[in-house]
Protein backbone atom coordinates (compact mmCIF):
# COMPACT_ATOMS: atom_id res chain seq x y z
CA UNK A 1 0.00 0.00 0.00
CA UNK A 2 1.79 3.38 -1.21
CA UNK A 3 -0.45 5.68 1.30
CA UNK A 4 -1.77 3.49 4.50
CA UNK A 5 -4.43 4.71 6.90
CA UNK A 6 -2.01 5.43 9.40
CA UNK A 7 1.68 4.30 10.00
CA UNK A 8 3.47 4.58 13.35
CA UNK A 9 5.87 7.35 14.57
CA UNK A 10 9.23 5.85 15.85
CA UNK A 11 11.84 8.24 17.10
CA UNK A 12 15.75 7.36 16.44
CA UNK A 13 16.57 3.90 16.94
CA UNK A 14 20.26 4.82 18.86
CA UNK A 15 18.00 6.73 21.63
CA UNK A 16 15.64 3.90 21.94
CA UNK A 17 18.28 1.69 22.25
CA UNK A 18 19.92 4.05 24.90
CA UNK A 19 16.87 3.42 27.25
CA UNK A 20 16.79 0.11 26.89
CA UNK A 21 20.29 -0.52 27.45
CA UNK A 22 19.70 1.63 30.80
CA UNK A 23 16.48 -0.89 31.51
CA UNK A 24 18.61 -3.75 31.05
CA UNK A 25 21.48 -2.32 33.34
CA UNK A 26 18.68 -1.92 36.30
CA UNK A 27 17.17 -5.09 35.38
CA UNK A 28 13.54 -3.71 36.46
CA UNK A 29 10.72 -3.70 33.79
CA UNK A 30 7.60 -3.09 35.36
CA UNK A 31 6.35 -2.14 38.50
CA UNK A 32 6.36 2.03 38.82
CA UNK A 33 9.93 2.65 37.29
CA UNK A 34 12.11 5.22 36.82
CA UNK A 35 10.89 5.09 32.78
CA UNK A 36 7.14 5.04 34.11
CA UNK A 37 7.51 7.72 36.75
CA UNK A 38 9.38 10.12 34.22
CA UNK A 39 6.85 9.63 31.82
CA UNK A 40 4.13 10.71 34.20
CA UNK A 41 5.95 13.91 35.25
CA UNK A 42 6.55 14.77 31.71
CA UNK A 43 2.89 13.93 30.66
CA UNK A 44 1.17 15.89 33.54
CA UNK A 45 3.51 18.89 33.06
CA UNK A 46 2.78 18.76 29.06
CA UNK A 47 -1.00 17.95 29.18
CA UNK A 48 -1.55 20.02 32.75
CA UNK A 49 -3.52 17.75 34.24
CA UNK A 50 -2.67 16.54 37.81
CA UNK A 51 -3.84 13.14 38.42
CA UNK A 52 -2.43 10.91 35.17
CA UNK A 53 -2.32 6.99 35.90
CA UNK A 54 -0.25 5.01 32.91
CA UNK A 55 -1.72 1.13 32.15
CA UNK A 56 -1.10 -1.37 29.57
CA UNK A 57 -3.41 0.26 26.32
CA UNK A 58 -6.38 2.13 26.14
CA UNK A 59 -9.12 -0.65 26.50
CA UNK A 60 -7.90 -1.31 30.13
CA UNK A 61 -7.63 2.35 30.97
CA UNK A 62 -11.42 2.46 30.49
CA UNK A 63 -11.83 -0.81 32.19
CA UNK A 64 -10.41 0.23 34.90
CA UNK A 65 -11.99 4.14 34.80
CA UNK A 66 -15.58 2.27 34.79
CA UNK A 67 -14.32 0.42 37.57
CA UNK A 68 -12.93 3.32 39.62
CA UNK A 69 -16.36 4.77 39.01
CA UNK A 70 -18.38 1.78 40.43
CA UNK A 71 -20.73 2.43 37.61
CA UNK A 72 -23.51 -0.03 36.38
CA UNK A 73 -25.52 1.74 33.89
CA UNK A 74 -24.50 3.74 31.01
CA UNK A 75 -25.74 6.22 28.35
CA UNK A 76 -23.18 6.14 25.90
CA UNK A 77 -22.89 7.25 21.70
CA UNK A 78 -23.38 4.12 19.03
CA UNK A 79 -20.55 6.49 17.00
CA UNK A 80 -17.53 4.94 18.85
CA UNK A 81 -15.04 2.09 17.89
CA UNK A 82 -16.31 -1.10 19.63
CA UNK A 83 -13.26 -1.16 23.01
CA UNK A 84 -16.22 2.00 24.34
CA UNK A 85 -18.93 -0.43 24.37
CA UNK A 86 -17.12 -3.78 24.45
CA UNK A 87 -15.27 -2.88 28.18
CA UNK A 88 -18.47 -1.46 29.68
CA UNK A 89 -20.58 -5.36 28.48
CA UNK A 90 -17.37 -7.30 29.49
CA UNK A 91 -18.03 -5.48 33.05
CA UNK A 92 -21.84 -6.24 32.90
CA UNK A 93 -22.55 -2.57 32.46
CA UNK A 94 -25.92 -2.20 31.50
CA UNK A 95 -25.90 0.41 28.76
CA UNK A 96 -28.32 2.30 26.40
CA UNK A 97 -26.97 4.24 23.08
CA UNK A 98 -28.04 7.94 22.28
CA UNK A 99 -28.16 9.82 18.70
CA UNK A 100 -25.53 11.79 17.80
CA UNK A 101 -25.03 15.80 17.22
CA UNK A 102 -25.01 14.87 12.59
CA UNK A 103 -22.60 17.83 12.62
CA UNK A 104 -20.13 17.27 15.47
CA UNK A 105 -20.52 13.58 15.44
CA UNK A 106 -20.51 13.47 19.16
CA UNK A 107 -23.45 12.50 21.62
CA UNK A 108 -25.88 15.01 21.11
CA UNK A 109 -27.39 16.49 24.90
CA UNK A 110 -30.41 17.96 23.50
CA UNK A 111 -31.14 13.84 22.59
CA UNK A 112 -30.77 12.07 26.19
CA UNK A 113 -34.48 11.77 27.65
CA UNK A 114 -35.43 12.13 31.39
CA UNK A 115 -35.89 8.20 31.13
CA UNK A 116 -32.84 7.16 30.28
CA UNK A 117 -31.10 10.15 32.41
CA UNK A 118 -33.35 8.73 35.65
CA UNK A 119 -32.47 5.21 34.46
CA UNK A 120 -28.34 5.20 34.18
CA UNK A 121 -26.01 5.88 36.60
CA UNK A 122 -23.31 7.89 34.21
CA UNK A 123 -22.94 9.42 30.69
CA UNK A 124 -20.15 7.81 28.80
CA UNK A 125 -19.45 10.17 26.12
CA UNK A 126 -16.77 10.11 23.24
CA UNK A 127 -14.73 13.02 21.79
CA UNK A 128 -14.69 11.83 17.91
CA UNK A 129 -11.66 12.60 16.30
CA UNK A 130 -10.57 14.86 19.55
CA UNK A 131 -13.30 17.32 18.45
CA UNK A 132 -14.55 18.22 22.41
CA UNK A 133 -18.11 17.42 23.26
CA UNK A 134 -20.29 20.14 24.37
CA UNK A 135 -18.95 19.65 27.92
CA UNK A 136 -20.73 22.28 29.62
CA UNK A 137 -24.61 21.03 28.57
CA UNK A 138 -22.82 17.35 30.09
CA UNK A 139 -21.30 18.81 32.67
CA UNK A 140 -25.28 20.43 33.65
CA UNK A 141 -27.14 17.36 32.65
CA UNK A 142 -25.22 15.39 35.38
CA UNK A 143 -25.17 17.54 38.21
CA UNK A 144 -28.49 16.97 37.46
CA UNK A 145 -29.11 13.53 37.71
CA UNK A 146 -25.95 13.00 39.93
CA UNK A 147 -24.80 11.26 36.94
CA UNK A 148 -20.88 10.53 36.76
CA UNK A 149 -18.85 11.29 33.68
CA UNK A 150 -16.24 9.35 32.17
CA UNK A 151 -15.18 10.62 28.47
CA UNK A 152 -13.45 8.58 26.37
CA UNK A 153 -10.71 10.88 25.07
CA UNK A 154 -8.71 7.91 22.84
CA UNK A 155 -8.14 10.56 20.48
CA UNK A 156 -7.51 13.76 22.55
CA UNK A 157 -3.67 13.69 23.33
CA UNK A 158 -2.56 17.64 23.73
CA UNK A 159 -6.42 18.67 22.54
CA UNK A 160 -7.58 22.05 24.41
CA UNK A 161 -10.07 23.29 24.99
CA UNK A 162 -10.84 27.41 25.72
CA UNK A 163 -6.89 27.08 26.44
CA UNK A 164 -6.76 24.27 29.20
CA UNK A 165 -6.42 20.69 28.27
CA UNK A 166 -9.74 18.73 27.41
CA UNK A 167 -8.67 15.78 29.36
CA UNK A 168 -9.69 18.26 32.48
CA UNK A 169 -12.94 17.16 32.41
CA UNK A 170 -15.54 14.56 33.52
CA UNK A 171 -14.76 12.80 36.51
CA UNK A 172 -12.07 11.27 34.36
CA UNK A 173 -11.19 10.85 30.72
CA UNK A 174 -9.18 7.96 29.20
CA UNK A 175 -6.75 8.26 26.47
CA UNK A 176 -5.22 5.88 23.99
CA UNK A 177 -1.49 5.72 23.31
CA UNK A 178 -1.56 2.84 21.01
CA UNK A 179 1.05 2.73 18.05
CA UNK A 180 -1.21 4.60 15.47
CA UNK A 181 -1.70 7.52 17.90
CA UNK A 182 0.11 10.96 17.52
CA UNK A 183 1.55 10.35 20.60
CA UNK A 184 2.35 6.38 21.94
CA UNK A 185 4.11 3.88 23.98
CA UNK A 186 3.67 0.87 21.25
CA UNK A 187 0.67 -0.48 23.24
CA UNK A 188 -0.58 1.88 25.78
CA UNK A 189 -3.08 4.04 27.53
CA UNK A 190 -3.87 6.50 30.42
CA UNK A 191 -6.56 7.65 32.78
CA UNK A 192 -6.75 11.13 33.82
CA UNK A 193 -8.96 11.67 36.93
CA UNK A 194 -10.52 14.97 38.62
CA UNK A 195 -10.07 13.84 42.28
CA UNK A 196 -6.65 12.27 43.97
CA UNK A 197 -8.28 9.58 45.89
CA UNK A 198 -9.63 8.50 42.36
CA UNK A 199 -6.24 7.65 41.13
CA UNK A 200 -5.10 6.41 44.60
CA UNK A 201 -8.05 3.22 43.89
CA UNK A 202 -7.14 2.93 40.33
CA UNK A 203 -3.46 2.47 41.41
CA UNK A 204 -4.24 -0.44 43.96
CA UNK A 205 -6.62 -1.60 40.66
CA UNK A 206 -3.92 -1.76 38.18
CA UNK A 207 -1.64 -3.76 40.78
CA UNK A 208 -4.23 -6.96 41.60
CA UNK A 209 -6.07 -4.49 43.68
CA UNK A 210 -2.88 -4.82 46.15
CA UNK A 211 -2.10 -1.96 48.82
CA UNK A 212 1.34 -1.15 49.98
CA UNK A 213 1.55 -4.71 52.36
CA UNK A 214 0.86 -6.66 48.94
CA UNK A 215 -2.20 -7.49 50.61
CA UNK A 216 -5.27 -7.08 47.81
CA UNK A 217 -8.08 -4.65 49.37
CA UNK A 218 -9.99 -4.63 45.96
CA UNK A 219 -11.03 -6.58 42.90
CA UNK A 220 -7.86 -5.64 40.96
CA UNK A 221 -6.44 -7.16 37.73
CA UNK A 222 -2.56 -6.47 36.22
CA UNK A 223 -2.83 -3.19 33.79
CA UNK A 224 0.04 -1.83 34.42
CA UNK A 225 2.66 -0.01 31.90
CA UNK A 226 5.84 -1.89 31.53
CA UNK A 227 8.98 0.44 31.00
CA UNK A 228 10.39 -0.99 28.03
CA UNK A 229 6.64 0.56 26.66
CA UNK A 230 7.13 3.74 28.71
CA UNK A 231 10.89 4.14 27.09
CA UNK A 232 9.24 3.98 24.12
CA UNK A 233 6.92 7.38 25.48
CA UNK A 234 10.04 8.78 26.41
CA UNK A 235 11.83 8.53 22.91
CA UNK A 236 8.57 9.86 21.29
CA UNK A 237 7.80 12.83 23.76
CA UNK A 238 11.04 14.37 22.19
CA UNK A 239 9.04 15.02 19.13
CA UNK A 240 5.66 15.82 20.23
CA UNK A 241 5.44 19.42 19.31
CA UNK A 242 6.86 18.81 15.82
CA UNK A 243 4.64 15.84 15.07
CA UNK A 244 1.70 17.84 16.41
CA UNK A 245 2.71 20.50 13.96
CA UNK A 246 2.86 18.66 11.35
CA UNK A 247 -0.23 16.87 11.64
CA UNK A 248 -2.24 19.95 12.16
CA UNK A 249 -0.98 21.13 8.96
CA UNK A 250 -1.32 18.12 6.96
CA UNK A 251 -5.13 18.05 7.80
CA UNK A 252 -5.38 22.00 6.81
CA UNK A 253 -4.03 21.62 3.59
CA UNK A 254 -6.82 18.90 3.34
CA UNK A 255 -9.24 20.84 4.34
CA UNK A 256 -8.33 23.53 2.25
CA UNK A 257 -8.28 21.26 -1.00
CA UNK A 258 -11.97 19.67 -0.72
CA UNK A 259 -13.72 22.34 0.63
CA UNK A 260 -16.67 23.07 -1.13
CA UNK A 261 -16.78 19.23 -2.63
CA UNK A 262 -16.73 16.93 0.65
CA UNK A 263 -18.60 17.73 4.22
CA UNK A 264 -16.70 18.09 7.09
CA UNK A 265 -16.59 17.57 10.98
CA UNK A 266 -17.84 20.92 12.90
CA UNK A 267 -15.46 21.85 15.67
CA UNK A 268 -16.30 23.37 18.81
CA UNK A 269 -15.77 26.94 18.93
CA UNK A 270 -12.61 28.02 21.50
CA UNK A 271 -10.71 24.35 20.36
CA UNK A 272 -8.95 23.28 17.30
CA UNK A 273 -7.37 19.53 16.02
CA UNK A 274 -4.93 18.19 17.07
CA UNK A 275 -4.42 16.50 13.73
CA UNK A 276 -5.58 12.76 14.66
CA UNK A 277 -7.72 11.97 12.28
CA UNK A 278 -8.99 13.57 8.95
CA UNK A 279 -12.56 12.51 8.00
CA UNK A 280 -14.75 13.59 5.18
CA UNK A 281 -18.57 13.05 4.75
CA UNK A 282 -19.68 12.40 1.07
CA UNK A 283 -23.09 12.40 -0.37
CA UNK A 284 -24.24 8.99 -0.61
CA UNK A 285 -23.00 6.23 0.85
CA UNK A 286 -23.01 5.07 -3.01
CA UNK A 287 -20.14 7.67 -4.14
CA UNK A 288 -18.41 6.98 -0.84
CA UNK A 289 -18.08 3.29 -2.38
CA UNK A 290 -16.75 4.50 -5.00
CA UNK A 291 -14.07 6.57 -4.34
CA UNK A 292 -13.05 4.16 -2.11
CA UNK A 293 -12.97 1.57 -4.42
CA UNK A 294 -10.76 3.57 -6.87
CA UNK A 295 -8.40 4.84 -4.12
CA UNK A 296 -7.57 1.71 -2.88
CA UNK A 297 -7.02 0.09 -6.72
CA UNK A 298 -3.99 2.69 -6.91
CA UNK A 299 -2.59 2.51 -3.21
CA UNK A 300 -4.22 4.40 -1.36
CA UNK A 301 -5.69 3.19 1.49
CA UNK A 302 -8.90 4.19 3.86
CA UNK A 303 -10.94 3.90 6.81
CA UNK A 304 -14.77 4.22 7.30
CA UNK A 305 -14.65 4.76 11.10
CA UNK A 306 -17.00 4.20 12.60
CA UNK A 307 -18.87 1.74 10.34
CA UNK A 308 -21.57 0.51 11.20
CA UNK A 309 -22.61 2.01 14.22
CA UNK A 310 -22.84 0.01 16.77
CA UNK A 311 -26.75 0.31 17.53
CA UNK A 312 -26.92 -1.92 14.58
CA UNK A 313 -25.14 -4.40 16.01
CA UNK A 314 -27.08 -7.05 17.97
CA UNK A 315 -23.74 -7.59 20.24
CA UNK A 316 -23.95 -4.68 22.43
CA UNK A 317 -27.63 -3.27 23.53
CA UNK A 318 -31.02 -3.05 22.20
CA UNK A 319 -31.72 -1.84 18.81
CA UNK A 320 -32.83 2.08 19.01
CA UNK A 321 -33.79 4.36 16.44
CA UNK A 322 -30.62 6.79 15.63
CA UNK A 323 -30.90 8.16 12.14
CA UNK A 324 -28.15 10.71 13.13
CA UNK A 325 -25.30 7.77 13.63
CA UNK A 326 -26.79 5.63 11.46
CA UNK A 327 -26.25 7.88 8.22
CA UNK A 328 -23.05 9.42 9.46
CA UNK A 329 -21.56 6.28 9.41
CA UNK A 330 -23.00 5.32 5.75
CA UNK A 331 -20.71 8.41 4.78
CA UNK A 332 -17.77 9.10 6.55
CA UNK A 333 -14.42 8.06 5.55
CA UNK A 334 -11.34 8.68 7.05
CA UNK A 335 -8.21 9.47 5.25
CA UNK A 336 -4.61 8.69 5.59
CA UNK A 337 -3.24 10.72 8.35
CA UNK A 338 0.13 9.90 9.88
CA UNK A 339 3.47 11.62 10.69
CA UNK A 340 5.56 11.00 7.44
CA UNK A 341 3.30 12.32 4.83
CA UNK A 342 4.14 15.44 3.14
CA UNK A 343 2.05 18.59 1.55
CA UNK A 344 2.46 17.14 -1.53
CA UNK A 345 1.11 13.39 -0.45
CA UNK A 346 -1.94 14.82 0.93
CA UNK A 347 -2.03 16.87 -2.67
CA UNK A 348 -1.78 13.46 -4.44
CA UNK A 349 -4.52 11.98 -2.51
CA UNK A 350 -6.64 15.36 -2.98
CA UNK A 351 -6.46 15.15 -6.55
CA UNK A 352 -7.03 11.58 -6.63
CA UNK A 353 -10.41 12.12 -4.90
CA UNK A 354 -11.73 15.59 -6.91
CA UNK A 355 -11.08 13.62 -10.16
CA UNK A 356 -13.03 10.54 -8.88
CA UNK A 357 -15.84 12.75 -7.21
CA UNK A 358 -16.23 15.20 -11.29
CA UNK A 359 -16.44 11.80 -12.84
CA UNK A 360 -18.55 9.95 -10.18
CA UNK A 361 -20.92 13.37 -10.17
CA UNK A 362 -21.07 13.64 -13.71
CA UNK A 363 -22.29 10.01 -14.51
CA UNK A 364 -24.54 10.41 -11.36
CA UNK A 365 -26.07 13.88 -12.45
CA UNK A 366 -25.43 14.72 -8.80
CA UNK A 367 -24.23 18.35 -7.83
CA UNK A 368 -20.81 19.19 -7.86
CA UNK A 369 -21.15 21.27 -4.60
CA UNK A 370 -22.88 20.22 -1.37
Given at each position: ?13 D ?44 T ?35 T??S ?30 F ?25 H ?58 Q ?18 G ?11 A ?42 L ?6 L ?44 E ?30
Amino acid sequence: MKYPIVQPFLPELDLYQKQITEIFARNRLTNKGPCEAELVDKLKAYLGVEHILLVANGTMALHIAYQVMGITKAITTPFTFAATLGSLRMQNIATRFSDICPNTFNLDPSKLDSEGLEWADALVPVHVFANPCDVEAIDSIAEQYQLKVIYDAAHCFASKYKGESLLKYGDCATLSLHATKLFHTVEGGAVIFKHRSDLEKAQKIINFGQNEQQIPVLIGTNAKMSEIHAAMGLCVFNHIDDILAHRVELFNRYKYRLKGLLNFQHWKSNTSTNGSYFSVLFNSEHELLYVREHLESIGIQTRRYFFPDLNELKLYTEYRDLPCSKSISRTILCLPMYYELRLKDIDYICDNIIVLLNKFREVDGAQTTL
